[in-house]
């Protein structure tokens, strides 16, 4: 898949979502472009929900969690990057990820 495929897709996704269809899909690392066309986002770690809803409310939770987005970053790469297991960094990841989790719920 190409950036330009996966852009294409995304549109056409939007416009069926906009036409009243129900969408669900997996987009692995989507770029900053691409994530924008989201009206609405599942965030999972650790089988968990860590947020749904409105794309800009991940934002907005991330940033009272104490995880803001950093400027001029891809809100999709800050959701990856916070909510991934590192190796060697197990337990400080999961606790995190926890924390995220207990604040949306």
């Known amino acids: 898949?190409?950036?330009s495929w996966r852009k294409a897709s995304s549109k056409l996704i939007r416009k069926l979502a906009l036409a009243n269809r129900t969408i669900l899909c997996t987009i692995?690392?989507?770029t900053?472009?691409?994530f924008a066309l989201f009206d609405r986002v599942c965030l999972v770690t650790e089988g968990e929900v860590a947020?749904?809803?409105e794309t800009k409310g991940a934002l907005d939770l991330f940033?009272?969690?104490g995880y803001p987005c950093p400027n001029n970053f891809n809100p999709a790469d800050h959701y990856i990057f916070t909510l991934a297991i590192r190796?060697?960094?197990?337990?400080?990841c999961k606790q995190k990820c926890k924390d995220i989790v207990g604040y949306y719920e």
């Not at 190796?87 to 400080?92: F, L, N, S, V």
């Open 51 to 53: 947020f749904m809803g």
């Open 63 to 65: 940033s009272d969690a």
């Open 1 to 3: 898949w190409t950036p």
């Open 28 to 30: 692995h690392q989507p």
């Open 87 to 92: 190796p060697g960094e197990e337990d400080k």
């Open 32 to 34: 900053s472009e691409v």
